[in-house]
């Protein structure tokens, strides 16, 4: 792509009109155009691509950004990669590239030129005068409107995107913050009414709702308006990447993992490599059990972000479940005292016998994000592990009661199944039984749900029942037989069910269904 500059005598400190491959620049009018047709983006996309712009072929780093567009406030690297990301939308994912450890580059050389004059403005205005004259006014005036009606929704949008990292709904486990998370949105919602027909902030509802139901924010419903919006961001764009992603991560409790892979896969093959696809295509792989597929994916999207938290910590899981614990503790190196990154560790620790370190980890973890229910039943069974029972039990009283109390707000399946496993790995059988009899009262049909309750009653003793429970999970969609590789390991609850005919062949029919689908999808070339 080639960069022309055009030169202005009026201006000594700069150049007014900047050009690259179709696009053009107008800074002192802040327009943007491709080939003559205006493109609309946000005020603060266009100071990061102006800031770009200004750089022709240069790298320009992260904080030279920053400090350019939000010159007297603090703001994180999250929200230059959000309106990074708006510019790519807009424009196309090769005008803008990441230079890894570095910052990002407009692509092309630079070219000088002397400008056009360019009549848009006044043929704009004389152009809408006749229209209005005419009685044709009403249909130009209406396009404008819905081009700023889109500039304004995508600001909402952005917003939301960065509350929603900011709530910890982007990562793996993450200090949620459900304050935060209800901002986010909100503000999807803001970005949806204010262009209904803009498809991406009914696929970022849904995400943001199926978020609160996987962290016992609301019931059965929040699941249901999830699915809801996520398919009306498909109804509105069949090819929208973060509507595809929306449903990837909620066919997790809808027993849809088949159908998931499929909706990656089509993406990939379609040409898409979008950070939307990408993500769909790992979360997809790694919930059907695809474990070497999910890795390869992370590691070629490492390189393009190499502190990017979300790449790092999955990777480690996946890593984990492929058995590959060093390689994951050292994938997690750099990424310091992140919760995230702990709760990945304390299981990794585990896998190599090292008490102390599991213990440390996962006590970070509930201490740091303590809304997180799963941090308080790895807690649980690890200190519980280690010989620290006693301890084990005043480390995550904290956690039993903020399940309780979300319990009095709405009647989760996953709150109650998280409660269920914690008794379980203190030992307590008969509050393990209760929440778990209640969670499959709520949510019998969840996949997840059956296959977490055969963990509960497989540690509690009900063996039979515990084979039972994997063989429904399955018949409902349940693919994770990477889980099963986990929870056979020593210590864990289904260790003790190795050998025992019936489980073996709910185990043997587990692992033959991600089999079908490894054959039915071959990763594409990238």
Same mark, same amino acid.
């Given at each position: 792509?080639t960069?022309?500059?055009?030169s202005?005598p009026?201006r000594v ?6 050009r ?5 620049l107008d800074?002192?009018?802040?327009l943007?155009?491709r ?12 100071d990061?691509?102006?800031?770009l ?6 790298v320009?780093?992260?904080?030279e950004l ?9 703001v994180?690297?999250a ?17 803008v590239e990441t ?6 580059r407009?692509?092309?050389?630079t ?5 056009k004059?360019?009549p848009?403005r ?11 004259l ?6 130009f005036?209406r396009?404008?409107?819905a ?9 909402y949008l952005v917003?939301g995107?960065?509350m ?10 993450t200090a949620?913050?459900?304050s935060s998370l209800a ?6 919602e803001?970005a ?9 902030p009914?696929?970022?509802?849904g995400m943001?709702?199926?978020q609160r139901?996987?962290n016992g ?8 308006q999830?699915r809801?919006?996520?398919l ?5 764009d069949p090819?929208l990447a ?5 449903m ?8 849809e993992?088949?159908d998931?892979v ?8 379609a040409?898409?490599?979008?950070r939307?696809t990408?993500?769909? @295509?790992?979360?997809?792989?790694f919930? +059907? /059990?695809?474990i070497? !597929?999910?890795?390869? $994916?992370? #590691?070629?999207?490492l390189?393009?972000d190499?502190?990017?938290t979300l790449?790092?910590v999955?990777?480690?899981?996946s890593?984990f479940h ?6 994951g503790?050292a994938?997690?190196d750099?990424l310091?005292d992140?919760p995230d ?5 304390a ?5 190599i016998?090292?008490?102390?370190k599991a213990?440390?980890?996962i006590?970070?973890?509930?201490e740091?994000?303590?809304?997180q ?5 790895? @807690?649980a069974?690890?200190?519980?592990w +280690? /010989?620290?029972?006693? !301890?084990?039990?005043? $480390?995550v #009283?904290?956690?039993l009661?903020r ?9 989760n399946a996953?709150t109650?199944i ?6 379980g790995?203190l030992?307590?059988r008969?509050?393990?039984k ?7 009262r709520?949510?019998?049909?969840d996949?997840w749900?059956?296959?977490q ?6 540690t509690?003793?009900?063996d039979?029942?515990?084979?039972e ?5 399955a018949e409902r969609?349940?693919?994770?037989s990477h889980y ?6 020593p210590?864990r609850?289904f260790h003790h069910?190795?050998g025992r ?8 029919a ?6 079908t689908?490894r ?5 594409p070339k990238?």
């Amino acid at each position: 792509m080639t960069l022309k500059v055009f030169s202005n005598p009026a201006r000594v400190n700069g150049h007014n009109h900047l050009r690259f491959g179709p696009f053009e620049l107008d800074r002192k009018q802040r327009l943007l155009f491709r080939e003559g047709r205006e493109i609309i983006l946000t005020p603060k996309a266009l100071d990061v691509l102006e800031a770009l712009a200004a750089k022709p072929g240069e790298v320009v780093a992260k904080q030279e950004l920053m400090r350019a567009v939000w010159p007297d406030t603090f703001v994180e690297e999250a929200t230059l990669t959000q309106h990074i990301f708006t510019i790519r939308k807009a424009l196309g994912e090769e005008v803008v590239e990441t230079v890894p450890k570095r910052g990002y580059r407009l692509a092309g050389a630079t070219e000088r030129q002397e400008p056009k004059r360019r009549p848009y403005r006044w043929i704009a205005v004389s152009l809408a005068m006749v229209l209005v004259l005419a009685g044709f006014g009403w249909g130009f005036l209406r396009t404008r409107t819905a081009s700023y009606q889109r500039v304004e929704a995508t600001d909402y949008l952005v917003r939301g995107r960065e509350m929603l990292r900011q709530s910890g709904g982007g990562g793996v486990l993450t200090a949620l913050n459900s304050s935060s998370l209800a901002a986010a949105l909100a503000m999807f919602e803001r970005a949806r009414d204010a262009d209904p027909s803009f498809a991406e902030p009914y696929a970022w509802i849904g995400m943001a709702r199926y978020q609160r139901f996987a962290n016992g924010i609301g019931g059965a419903s929040e699941l249901a308006q999830a699915r809801a919006s996520a398919l009306k961001a498909l109804e509105l764009d069949p090819a929208l990447a973060a509507g595809h992603r929306a449903m990837v991560r909620i066919a997790h409790s809808t027993g849809e993992t088949a159908d998931a892979v499929d909706r990656a896969w089509r993406l990939l093959h379609a040409g898409h490599r979008d950070r939307d696809t990408v993500e769909a @295509a790992v979360e997809a792989s790694f919930r +059907a /059990g695809l474990i070497p !597929e999910s890795i390869l $994916l992370w #590691k070629r999207a490492l390189p393009v972000d190499p502190m990017n938290t979300l790449t790092r910590v999955s990777l480690a899981r996946s890593q984990f479940h492929a058995l590959q614990h060093r390689e994951g503790i050292a994938t997690l190196d750099p990424l310091a005292d992140n919760p995230d990154s702990q709760w990945v560790l304390a299981q990794l620790y585990e896998q190599i016998e090292d008490r102390s370190k599991a213990c440390d980890a996962i006590r970070r973890v509930v201490e740091t994000a303590p809304n997180q229910l799963a941090g308080w039943y790895e @807690a649980a069974r690890i200190f519980v592990w +280690a /010989g620290r029972r006693e !301890e084990a039990w005043r $480390l995550v #009283k904290p956690g039993l009661a903020r399940m309780e109390a979300l319990l009095e707000q709405a009647h989760n399946a996953r709150t109650l199944i998280f409660a269920a496993l914690t008794h379980g790995a203190l030992g307590d059988r008969a509050r393990a039984k209760q929440h778990l009899d209640e969670a499959l009262r709520t949510g019998s049909n969840d996949p997840w749900n059956l296959y977490q309750g055969g963990l509960v009653l497989a540690t509690i003793g009900e063996d039979a029942a515990a084979i039972e429970m994997l063989g429904r999970s399955a018949e409902r969609g349940w693919f994770g037989s990477h889980y099963v590789t986990r929870d056979e390991s020593p210590h864990r609850a289904f260790h003790h069910l190795r050998g025992r005919a019936d489980y073996e062949a709910a185990r043997r029919a587990l692992f033959a269904k991600t089999e079908t689908l490894r054959n039915r999808y071959p990763l594409p070339k990238l």
